[in-house]
């Protein structure tokens, strides 16, 4: 059964900070690998998406990282702003069973202070 | 626009009182999934649907029902809601044989049951 960790479970930085979220899975043979932003009380936006044959996806100031073989699959947040305050979540889809179902972490509350 | 919508947005009930949360897409999806968000739990997969008139169970679908009679529309169902069903309810969707796969959450439903 795949198990999705997220840590640390709350972080705090001081704005203009670059910081790294971590996400691991125990079951290598994932698909895709989904980053997740979650407002308090809100919905999710996704992030980025990156395929299992794929090793990182950028968007904007956002770098994720995938390395199957360790399980791992990193988040780079480069000059945090107070506007990247969030919980942000990881979720894998396996290669094969569970159809399109996700496993999700319990995420990183993120704090980035003035 | 592409979306998922969900409705209501915020509910408050009566243990026991049958209700209904639909959840709509108009990106043409074949599968489309409900899961519930509890603190320290992360998003678990209530029940999912690969295409119109096939659904099944996903890790916690003890208390809920779903049908798929048309394919943009996913309506969960509560028979007789019980307090541990208070959650925050997300539906998602996302285009199947087709990769990457990538899924779309809806804003979500917060679910009180008194």
């Known amino acids: 059964k795949q198990e999705v960790t997220q840590i640390p479970a709350a972080l705090s930085v001081p704005e203009g900070e670059n910081l790294v979220l971590n996400c691991s899975f125990t079951d290598s043979a994932i698909y895709n690998l989904q980053w997740f932003r979650q407002d308090p009380g809100k919905g999710l936006t996704s992030l980025l998406l990156?395929?299992?044959?794929?090793r990182e996806q950028t968007s904007g100031r956002l770098n994720a990282s995938l390395d199957k073989s360790s399980g791992r699959s990193t988040l780079y947040i480069a000059a945090s702003q107070p506007g990247d305050s969030a919980t942000y979540l990881c979720?894998?889809?396996?290669?094969?069973?569970?159809?399109?179902?996700?496993?999700f972490g319990t995420g990183t509350q993120l704090k980035v202070e003035l | 626009e592409a979306q998922v919508t969900q409705n209501p947005r915020y509910l408050i009930t009566v243990t026991g009182k049958k209700l209904t949360v639909t959840c709509s897409q108009n990106m043409n999806h074949e599968y489309m999934s409900w899961y519930r968000q509890d603190p320290g739990l992360g998003l678990r997969q209530i029940y999912y649907s690969m295409n119109v008139e096939v659904t099944d169970k996903g890790d916690v679908p003890e208390g809920y029902k779903v049908s798929r009679k048309e394919k943009r529309n996913f309506p969960l169902i509560l028979e007789s809601p019980s307090p541990n069903q208070t959650s925050l309810y997300f539906c998602?969707?996302?285009?199947?044989?087709?990769?990457?796969?990538?899924?779309?959450f809806g804003p979500g439903t917060r679910l009180t049951v008194t």
């Open positions: 990156i395929q299992s044959s794929q």
């Open positions: 998602a969707s996302t285009k199947t044989g087709e990769s990457p796969y990538e899924q779309y």
């Open positions: 979720a894998g889809r396996l290669a094969r069973g569970g159809g399109n179902k996700l496993t």
